[in-house]
């Protein structure tokens, strides 16, 4: 398996408060994103990053903030949690793209609880 | 972005028996990526396909590309319990970007 870990790996936390996920490689990959797995809804963008202090939104970004201040951690923030961000959340990371396309590699995975 | 449908969404066989899952995208893909996820794991990676009509073969896994490079195809032979998951396809987009069919769920029973 590629060097990504994800930390924390389970957390519960209650409707409107703050919540950081981070994910750290260790392969110095230019892309890194994150997903969100809900079922019936497969795998969802959230956000990615092409470099550092370089990110863009994706598919469902709305409550959703990241940070990449160095090529090896990506931070995904959730401002005020809700019970619909309830998910499992993955972290991906992506050699530079070019003008060959690239496969994907998936950290473990955060289980997130918003009560 | 580009969205690709995968069907069936659940497929349960007896172990031996083959298996198909299948995803559709209603334009021309520039490539497409399958992936398996175990239960509670994460996924992970199985083979990419660029080229019309391109066909790859892993083991008892064979992967098809349509020639009109809008539908593509992972079909395993014997299954065996070790083949159960989630299959995913996965469309590339600008940013390198994956879009993810919905998953089709293989259960193997003895």
């Known amino acids: 398996d590629a060097g990504i870990t994800q930390s924390p790996r389970h957390k519960v936390t209650e409707t409107g408060t703050p919540v950081t996920l981070r994910c750290h490689q260790t392969e110095n990959h230019r892309y890194m994103y994150w997903y969100r797995q809900d079922p019936g809804h497969g795998l969802r963008l959230i956000h990615y990053?092409?470099?550092?202090?370089?990110?863009d939104k994706g598919e469902v970004s709305d409550g959703y903030s990241v940070s990449r201040s160095k090529t090896e951690d990506f931070l995904l923030t959730l401002e005020s949690a809700t019970s619909s961000q309830t998910s499992v959340y993955f972290c991906?990371?992506?050699?530079?793209?070019?003008?060959?396309?690239?496969?994907?590699?998936f950290g473990p995975g955060t289980r997130l609880t918003v009560t | 972005g580009q969205q690709v449908m995968q069907i069936p969404q659940y497929q349960h066989v007896q172990e031996g028996e083959d298996f198909t899952t299948y995803c559709n995208s209603s334009?021309?893909?520039?490539?497409i990526q399958w992936y398996k996820q175990r239960p509670g794991g994460h996924p992970v990676f199985l083979i990419q396909?660029?080229?019309?009509?391109e066909v790859k073969k892993q083991k008892r896994l064979t992967f098809q590309f349509g020639e009109a490079k809008k539908n593509s195809s992972l079909h395993i032979t014997a299954t065996q319990t070790t083949d159960v998951g989630t299959y995913f396809c996965a469309v590339t987009g600008g940013g390198n970007k994956l879009t993810f069919g919905t998953g089709t769920q293989l259960k193997v029973e003895l």
């Open positions: 396909l660029v080229k019309s009509g």
């Open positions: 990053s092409y470099g550092v202090k370089d990110t």
């Open positions: 334009t021309t893909l520039s490539n």
């Open positions: 991906a990371i992506s050699p530079t793209l070019g003008t060959v396309y690239y496969e994907q590699y």
